[in-house]
């Protein structure tokens, strides 16, 4: 299996939802971007794992991501995966230029967040920060990102 990170897009109305352990948080309408590892024994499998989630209010949430997800406010907009077997996805993270959502996605590191708010789409972003850390970028878009949420 492909191991790496990857980045979610998600795109959201002004917004309040319940995160797990972590509470309900208000969430800027926009753009939110969430930087994940892949490199367990599914590999970036895990990517399909987020795509099918996404929009199924009937599944049940298993990680801080999830829940925004599963959430009728958040709708999936692009994914963008770095195929590596480096671990990079707190370095990603923090070249991202974006607002943090404070403990968002990273109870298993010592990064603040992993999901950062963008007030238009960030892809741009994205790929300059792949860039500085040399990692090839697939990039897939499932929604229009200049359409309604």
Not at 113 to 134: C, D, N, R, T, V
Request: glycine letters at 12%; charged letters at 20%.
């Amino acid at each position: 299996m492909i191991k790496g990170a990857y980045c979610l897009v998600l795109q959201n109305p002004p917004c309040r939802e319940r995160v797990g352990a972590l509470g309900e948080r208000e969430f800027a309408g926009g753009f939110h971007v969430y930087v994940g590892s892949a490199g367990g024994p599914g590999g970036l499998a895990r990517v399909l794992r987020h795509i099918r989630t996404a929009g199924n209010d009937a599944a049940r949430p298993r990680w801080h991501i999830d829940y925004l997800l599963c959430s009728r406010s958040f709708t999936l907009v692009s994914v963008h995966c770095f195929p590596t077997e480096r671990r990079v996805e707190c370095r990603l993270a923090a070249l991202l230029s974006g607002e943090p959502v404070q403990g968002f996605g990273c109870s298993d590191c010592q990064c603040g967040s992993h999901l950062f708010y963008y007030p238009a789409y960030p892809g741009g972003q994205i790929e300059k920060a792949a860039a500085k850390l040399s990692l090839s970028v697939i990039s897939k878009t499932l929604k229009n990102p200049e359409g309604d949420c």
